[in-house]
C-alpha cells in the first residue's frame, strides 16, 4: 500500500492486486474457467514513513494504519478469450503523526478510501473454457492486458491535511506475462499510471490544483506450487516519477524511483475457501514507499452464477 501524502494523503492500495504502482500482486494473469466467483475480504496493515512534498515543515512524518477492503472476481468470455473483472471496496483506519515547527501533532482518520475496479483479458494461450476443459488445460504462456480505474469516490476534504481519498481519477493500463515450467510459476508485469488533476488540493489559504506526472511500474514474482492451490512467491517491484505541481509549479523532489520486495503464501483450508498472507517492505527508496506491509486475506470462491 502507498503511504505517500502530498499536501493530502494519498493512499493508492496494494491489497487491490494492481491497484497501485507500489502493489506485489503474484499470478494476476493466471486464468480462471469461465464463470468463476470469489469473494475476498483482506485486512492489510501498514507502518512507515509518511512523505509530504517538500512544501510545509512537517518532519518525521510516520503513520500506522489498517485497510480492509472487500473485493468481488468473476470471470467470463470476451470474444473467445478469458477475461476477468474485480471491483475492490477498501475502508481505512489510523493514525498519523509529525513534527510542524518542533510541535509534535498527531490525527486519527477512518473513512472510505477511492474505490476501484480492473478488468483484464487473456491476449495469448488462455482461451475461455468451460470447467471441464479447464480441467485438461495446462498452462505454458500466458500474455494478458488489464486496465484498473479508480474514481474520486473516497473521503475527501481539502481543508483537511490528511485524506483517504485522493480526489481524483486515476488510470493505469499494464501489460502482463505469466510462464509456467512444472511447479514453478514466472510472473511479469508492465505499466503507467495516469492521473487527472486534483482541483482542490490541500494549500494555505486556500486549495490549489495540483497535478501529478505519469507514474511508470514493473513487477515481478517468482511462485513455486506445493499441490493445488498451495503456493509461495517471492515478489519484487519497481516504479519511477509521478513528480507533482501545485498550482503549475513542479516539486522535483516529489519524483518517485523506488522498490519494494516481499513474500506472499496461499493455502487452501476447504473445497471454496482459501487463506493468502503476504509481506512487503522497502528495499530501495527514493521517494514514496518507506514502510512496511502485512496482509491477511479470506477467500470463497466457486463456479457458476449462483453460491
Known amino acids: 500500500m502507498v ?14 492486486n494492481a491497484l497501485s504502482a507500489q502493489s506485489l500482486a503474484p499470478r494476476a494473469y493466471v486464468i480462471t474457467p ?24 512537517i518532519t518525521g512524518a510516520t503513520g500506522t494504519y489498517s485497510v480492509p ?5 468473476r470471470s467470463f468470455s470476451f470474444f473467445g478469450r478469458s477475461a476477468n473483472i474485480t471491483g475492490f471496496l477498501p ?8 513534527s510542524v515547527l518542533g510541535t509534535h501533532r498527531q490525527i486519527y482518520r477512518s473513512g472510505l478510501l477511492d474505490l476501484g475496479v480492473r478488468f483484464s483479458v487473456n491476449l495469448k494461450g488462455g482461451p475461455a473454457m468451460r470447467p471441464q476443459e479447464f480441467a485438461k488445460w495446462k498452462q505454458k504462456i500466458l500474455l494478458g492486458a488489464s486496465i484498473a480505474v479508480i474514481p474520486p469516490t473516497g473521503q475527501y476534504d481539502p481543508m483537511h491535511l490528511v485524506n483517504w481519498g485522493i480526489n481524483r481519477w486515476a488510470v493505469k493500463p499494464e501489460i ?8 514453478w510459476l514466472l510472473d511479469g508485469y508492465g505499466g503507467v499510471w495516469f492521473y487527472t488533476a486534483n482541483d482542490a ?36 517491484n519497481y516504479w519511477f516519477g509521478g513528480t507533482t505541481s501545485l498550482n503549475g509549479i513542479a516539486n522535483l523532489l516529489t519524483k518517485q524511483k523506488s522498490s519494494r520486495i ?15 498472507v503476504s509481506y512487503s517492505n522497502g528495499a530501495y527508496i527514493r521517494f514514496g514507499g518507506n514502510y512496511q506491509s502485512v496482509s491477511v486475506a479470506w477467500q470463497y470462491s466457486w463456479i457458476g452464477k449462483l453460491l
Do not use: M
Open 201 to 236: 488540493y490541500y494549500s494555505l489559504p486556500q486549495p490549489l490544483p495540483q497535478t501529478e506526472n505519469p507514474i511508470g511500474s514493473f513487477e515481478g514474482h517468482l511462485s513455486y506450487d506445493f499441490k493445488p492451490r498451495c503456493w509461495a512467491s517471492l515478489d519484487g
Open 176 to 183: 502482463g506475462y505469466s510462464q509456467r515450467w512444472g511447479h
Open 3 to 16: 503511504a505517500k501524502c502530498g499536501l493530502g494523503l494519498l493512499i493508492l492500495l496494494g491489497p487491490c
Open 262 to 276: 516481499g513474500g506472499t503464501a496461499s493455502f487452501p483450508i476447504t473445497k471454496r475457501q482459501s487463506i493468502k
Open 69 to 73: 477492503v472487500l473485493s468481488y472476481y
Open 34 to 57: 469461465q464463470d468463476a466467483n470469489a469473494v475476498t475480504i483482506t485486512w492489510s496493515y501498514y507502518s512507515g514513513g509518511v512523505n509530504f512534498n517538500g512544501t510545509i515543515p
Open 91 to 98: 475502508y481505512g483506519v489510523g493514525t498519523f503523526q509529525g
